[in-house]
């Protein structure tokens, strides 16, 4: 499976920006459509976004149209997650994860599973 290390988190005020890393090990990174997600505490994990391999496809939630951007570099075996106009709202441990689906289901296909990240949080002050 592939291994999945967040990194880029911190305290930043509202309207600040901040991108997150998700550095993977393993080859086939580059054949998974790869997923942001986030849990604010006492909350359900939510999806934020997903990019397929070749990044032609990305897809965001309502909550973060606009104001965040989901890239990768195949060749560096990282993803990122560009987050602009900050909003207290947007406090969380964000986590990416591989592979899932463009909707943010995880995968379960005979041995192959999805892989999360352990995180990395993100403070946002009013």
């Known amino acids: 499976q592939v291994q999945l290390v967040e990194s880029g988190g911190g305290l930043v005020q509202a309207g600040g920006s901040l991108r997150l890393s998700c550095a993977a090990s393993?080859?086939?990174?580059?054949?998974?459509?790869m997923g942001w997600f986030r849990q604010a505490p006492g909350k359900e994990r939510e999806f934020v976004g997903a990019?397929?391999?070749?990044?032609?496809?990305?897809y965001y939630a309502d909550s973060v149209k606009g104001r965040f951007t989901i890239s990768r570099d195949n060749a560096k075996n990282t993803a990122y997650l560009q987050m602009n106009s900050l909003k207290p709202e947007d406090t969380a441990v964000y986590y990416c994860?591989?592979?899932?689906?463009?909707?943010?289901?995880?995968?379960?296909?005979?041995?192959?599973?999805?892989?999360w990240g352990q995180g990395t949080q993100v403070a946002v002050s009013s």
């Open positions: 994860a591989a592979p899932v689906d463009l909707q943010g289901n995880t995968v379960v296909a005979g041995t192959l599973r999805t892989s």
């Open positions: 990019i397929e391999w070749s990044s032609v496809i990305i």
């Open positions: 393993g080859r086939t990174f580059g054949s998974y459509t």
